[in-house]
T-cell receptor
């Protein structure tokens, strides 16, 4: 079974520029999550999708961050304009439900550096 | 809001030593608990999880964790560590019964000296 795919793996931009990350979840996984992991901290949930609908975006800085999952499969996360404090690893995860148990599987992440 | 506390940010052990990493959470309802591991240069991988039933859960690579509801704890243990266990370990919690996002602790960086 293929895992969660993310691209690019690394991105360096200057502050005030825009950037977009892409995620392809595991086939058949209806729920998709974006997390932000700042160096030295655990991942923090940014947004959760169920198919193509947003379930939870309470921690997404909506003035600069946006995300979509138009066809309920792939998802993109965008930052516009980027700030220095956005430097982090952006993780995508998808969920498989088996026997009433939800397990999240993570992609390799996109490491963003904002200069 | 949920929160997760991992007591040790850095742990250094010698090979064959026993390991226990602490994890406490703050949420009074039904919880699902997880330990994830991140080896150098790799992505987060699930070590083990607790949803219900036996509070002692066994995971991959000889790891186990015990859910103690009265203490709001889910400590990770391994009786004898190996050099290859060097990694970052994250405890995570979510509200039980749904597909909510995970709340992670800050992680524990474990270094095993040969």
């Amino acid at each position: 079974e293929a895992g969660v795919a993310q691209s690019p793996r690394y991105k360096i931009i200057e502050k005030r520029q825009s950037v977009a990350f892409w995620c392809n979840p595991i086939s058949g996984h209806a729920t998709l999550y974006w997390y932000q992991q700042i160096l030295g901290q655990g991942p923090k949930l940014l947004i959760q999708f169920q198919n193509n609908g947003v379930v939870d975006d309470s921690q997404l800085p909506k003035d600069r961050f946006s995300a979509e999952r138009l066809k309920g499969v792939d998802s993109t996360l965008k930052i516009q304009p980027a700030k220095l404090e956005d430097s982090a690893v952006y993780l995508c995860a998808s969920t498989h439900r088996q026997g009433g148990v939800e397990t999240q599987y993570f992609g390799p992440g996109t490491r963003l550096l904002v200069l | 809001a949920q929160s997760v506390s991992q007591h040790n940010h850095h742990v250094i052990l010698s090979e064959a030593a026993s390991l226990e990493l602490g994890c406490n959470y703050s949420y009074g309802g039904t919880v699902n608990l997880f330990w994830y591991v991140q080896y150098p240069g790799q992505h987060l991988q699930l070590l083990l999880k607790y949803f219900s039933g036996d509070p002692l859960v066994k995971g991959i690579k000889g790891f186990e964790a015990e859910f103690i509801k009265s203490k709001f704890s889910f400590n990770l243990r391994k009786p004898s560590v190996q050099w290859s266990d060097t990694a970052e370990y994250f405890c995570a919690v979510k509200s039980g019964g749904g597909a909510d996002g995970l709340t992670f602790g800050k992680g524990t960086h474990l270094i095993i000296q040969p």
